[in-house]
Every structure is written in C-alpha cells, then in structure tokens.
C-alpha cells in the first residue's frame, strides 16, 4: 500500500466523510420530513461532493490495499452514484416527488453502505498495518 499517507489518517480520512455523509443524511430527511425542497437540494448537493471525493478515495485506498471485496464495493458505489444522478435529475426537473420515498430510501440505503461495507474496510486497513 502506498505510504505517503499513513494508514491511520487515512481511516481518519473516511471516517470524517462516513462521520459528514451521516450529519448530510439527517439534514436531509429532516427537510423531507418538513416538505423543504430548498433546504433538501442544498444538502443533498453537500451530500453528492462528499460522497463523490469519498468513492473516489476509498476506491483508490481499495485498490492499493488489494481488498478482496474491493469489486462488490466498488459496484455499490456505481449503483448509489447513479441512484443519486437520477434523484437529482429528478429534483432539478422540478419533480419533487423525488423528494419523498426515493430520496429517503437513497439515504437510508447510502448510511447502511457505512455500516455494513465501509466498517469492514477500515477494520481491514486497521489489519493491515498491524499485520
């Protein structure tokens, strides 16, 4: 694995994005919750930076570490990407009903990615370095 950044600030790393996606995510249902259209684009666009750089790193922390689950993971992150697009595309055409089941069910799936993918990923960083 490339070392020009240690391990642990690389965990430290996508822990703060998991720790901004989880904070976004409740933004977000709240501004469902309360019919905010307004206040769910600008967080949802917040939501779409972090997540972006975020797969972006992992992706590459992935690959340098030779993470056996890397493919699945990767393809979770193409899916929950493209899920996301098609949300937006949705809001900015002014269809708000995008806003409600969807956009929450998007959210409550991409916290569950931090749980159920993310979690096993930084525990195998963790392994490698003191392995």
């Given at each position: ?64 570490a030779a993470y056996p689950a890397m493919e ?60």
């Amino acid at each position: 694995m490339n070392d020009a950044i240690p391990v642990a600030k690389k965990i430290l790393t996508l822990s703060d994005d998991c720790g901004q996606l989880r904070e976004l995510g409740a933004r977000i249902l709240a501004a469902i919750e309360c019919c905010d259209v307004e206040a769910a684009r600008g967080h949802l666009l917040e939501f779409q930076l972090v997540q972006d750089s975020h797969f972006r790193f992992q992706n590459r922390l992935m690959e340098e570490a030779a993470y056996p689950a890397m493919e699945e993971h990767m393809r979770c992150h193409e899916r929950l990407y493209t899920i996301l697009m098609a949300i937006n595309g949705a809001l900015c055409s002014g269809r708000c009903s995008a806003l409600t089941a969807e956009l929450a069910a998007f959210i409550e799936e991409s916290l569950a990615h931090i749980h159920e993918m993310d979690q096993p990923f930084h525990d195998f960083l963790i392994g490698e370095k003191s392995g």
